[in-house]
């Protein structure tokens, strides 16, 4: 009978109200890490950092202005110039 109070038939530890505390005391880290996890989560889906788009258009920009150079239409100045203004 003595060693039932330890958890074997519902009075200590085992899950028994009877003295209570206890569960309770498990109860609240696991609520604490369960909301920093959905927290973490909350914060990488909402991030700044996380840019998936691609800018086509200074991409599209960028080649063909680099085709225009090559071909010889625009000299050195006009090249760094335009270039500057688009990477801006």
């Not at 609240?28 to 950092?49: C, D, G, R």
Request: net charge positive; charged share 15%.
């Amino acid at each position: 009978m003595y060693c039932n109070r330890f958890g074997i038939g519902g009075y200590g530890f085992g899950g028994s109200y009877a003295y209570g505390g206890f569960n309770f005391f498990i109860m609240i880290p696991t609520l604490i890490i369960l909301f920093l996890i959905a927290y973490f989560i909350y914060k990488a889906i909402n991030s700044k950092n996380l840019n998936f788009t691609v800018d086509t258009t200074s991409s599209k920009a960028m080649s063909i202005l680099n085709e225009r150079f090559a071909t010889g239409e625009i000299n050195d100045e006009e090249y760094e110039t335009k270039k500057n203004q688009l990477l801006k």
